[in-house]
């Protein structure tokens, strides 16, 4: 936070005037009306509220902000009180609670935020619809006590953790949320801005992805279905996409993204995005294995059974587990089905108590509706904690965040809890890389089989081929056996036939040699007297041509003579 904002907001709270009008930015607003349009470049200038963000509800508390000596005295004995009775309650035999398995990333429903930009569509929930919202005063907020915050956070953190507390309870006001969460979570870093504004002109490869399932995330709210609200969107978790390629993109993200665009510009919901990322550990309910998402959904039903155990009990035999509707609220810190209202509500509390907030919320918000639940079925009860589950408040969200803190969780049970989750999963993790490795092998073994069975089958033709091929053969021989007999009997036939053959060929040669010789005289004779006749018809052609060239010469000379009786007769 700039020196000049930290000055200028302590000025401001000095008067009652200035107070008042910050008090006036809260007014209530509908949950999807659109925000301020930020400035060019889709960023919206510090400090800049408008009654469409949404505005704190003021918290019912028995106790006085004016006395905090006396609430944090009285908080310290109740935590007193509380620890003594955590340890009567070791000292009696008690069931040890259930270990809930380890979920896998596949268990999460399809209405659940999934990764890599699985479909997740945001849709308006009742409470989001009929929530009867508290109108908050300006008496309800402490401006001394925030300016105290934002002038010297570090200070009232240290000395004044649970008066701290009690005011975020109440509600941060709406026209410091931008400053008080940048705070809380020591985000503002010159150089990480100056590096975000570097990450818009590069190139992610989920930009496609992103776009993809921009107008999906707050569909219906105007101004994330504006196009500067989507350009704003895209900047911040593209930028993130590139800052942090292990975790790269998840749709989820989205939701995280949009309630910190609501209060603050591109650059500063970037930095407050990688420390709630790194910082306040939601790196894991976004990496491809979900891993500390799913740890936190086994510490959930471990503070389900030791907090809530006859709804534990329900649950089970309903077959209802966390991860069906809580990894949704988890993941997406509530904004995935609530308000903006609760949604600030719930960031203010991460923000400033740390990510644990989010166990308690969902345990205050099971805790209220214990009665209720109990009564329904599955599928009823799907429903409920979907969509339902906020109603039971009526719109008074201070009374759940203070509900959540009377909660008394013990931290060694989370650790343990997440110890035999860790414990768990590497069993889980080692026996699935048991039977991986078993699968792998079986298949290997599986495609032995098939090739030995695919050879088999080939020697099977192969045979069945030779064996016909045999058949034929033995067939082909026995023919050829019986054609050697044959050809040998014939051969036989032929060696007594040639035996005898010389003198009858002999007789049968002097035979016809007598009827050839018969056969020649003959034939000379008739030869000698065509001869005779061809001569005499020789001399027949050429008397005939002789005529016929006598004839040739009279029937020219007529011609002639002709021709000069034709002249004579011309004459005359």
Request: with cysteine.
């Amino acid at each position: 936070m700039a020196s000049a904002d930290i000055i200028q907001v302590s000025n401001v709270s000095a008067t009652q005037n200035d107070a008042t009008t910050l008090a006036s930015d809260d007014k209530a607003p509908s949950s999807h009306s659109s925000p301020v349009q930020p400035a060019k470049g889709g960023r919206r200038r510090r400090g800049t509220v408008t009654a469409a963000d949404a505005s704190p509800t003021p918290v019912k508390l028995g106790m006085s902000l004016n006395a905090p000596k006396e609430m944090v005295a009285e908080q310290d004995e109740e935590d007193d009180n509380i620890g003594d009775n955590g340890q009567q309650q070791q000292q009696q035999p008690q069931q040890e609670p259930p270990t809930p398995q380890p979920n896998q990333a596949g268990d999460l429903e399809n209405d659940t935020v999934s990764q890599n930009g699985h479909d997740a569509t945001h849709e308006p929930s009742t409470d989001e619809q009929h929530q009867e919202q508290v109108v908050p005063e300006a008496d309800d907020i402490d401006w001394d006590f925030w300016s105290q915050v934002i002038s010297n956070y570090d200070k009232i953190a240290k000395s004044e953790p649970q008066v701290l507390l009690v005011h975020v309870q109440r509600g941060v006001p709406q026209g410091l949320r931008g400053m008080v969460w940048q705070l809380f979570a020591r985000a503002k870093d010159v150089k990480l801005e100056q590096r975000y504004m570097q990450l818009l002109s590069e190139t992610s490869v989920y930009e496609k992805a992103i776009l993809r399932d921009l107008e999906r995330t707050f569909p219906h709210h105007e101004y994330f279905q504006s196009k500067d609200g989507q350009d704003a969107l895209f900047n911040v978790v593209k930028a993130y996409s590139l800052f942090d390629p292990e975790t790269g993109y998840c749709q989820g993200l989205q939701f995280v993204v949009g309630p910190l665009l609501m209060n603050m510009p591109e650059e500063e919901a970037f930095s407050v995005l990688v420390k709630l990322m790194d910082k306040y550990q939601l790196k894991g309910h976004f990496t491809p294995q979900l891993t500390l998402l799913h740890q936190r959904m086994y510490q959930l039903d471990g503070l389900i059974f030791d907090q809530l155990p006859h709804l534990h009990r329900h649950f089970e035999n309903q077959g209802i587990r966390s991860d069906m509707f809580a990894s949704q609220w988890i993941m997406t810190l509530f904004a995935y089905k609530f308000s903006f209202d609760f949604v600030f509500r719930v960031y203010d509390l991460i923000l400033s108590q740390g990510v644990e907030a989010l166990l308690r919320l969902s345990l205050a918000l099971l805790q209220k509706n214990q009665a209720s639940l109990l009564s329904m079925d599955f599928d009823a009860l799907l429903q409920f904690l979907k969509n339902d589950v906020l109603e039971a408040y009526k719109g008074d969200f201070s009374a759940l965040l203070t509900d959540a803190y009377t909660i008394n969780i013990i931290p060694k049970r989370l650790d343990r809890l997440a110890k035999d989750y860790q414990s768990e999963s590497a069993k889980a993790n080692s026996e699935a890389e048991a039977i991986d490795t078993l699968r792998r092998q079986n298949k290997l073994l599986t495609d032995t089989v098939k090739q030995l069975e695919t050879n088999i089958t080939d020697l099977d033709k192969e045979h069945s081929q030779v064996t016909t091929q045999l058949i034929e053969t033995k067939m082909d021989i026995a023919r050829i056996n019986d054609e050697n007999d044959a050809l040998r009997q014939q051969s036989n036939d032929l060696k007594k036939a040639l035996d005898t053959l010389p003198e009858d060929i002999e007789l049968r040669v002097k035979d016809e040699l007598e009827v050839l010789g018969a056969k020649n005289a003959a034939l000379i004779q008739r030869n000698t007297a065509l001869e005779e006749q061809l001569a005499y018809m020789e001399k027949m052609v050429v008397d005939i041509k002789v005529l016929y060239a006598n004839s040739e010469n009279e029937r020219e000379s007529l011609r002639q003579r002709v021709d000069d009786l034709k002249r004579l007769m011309g004459q005359d």
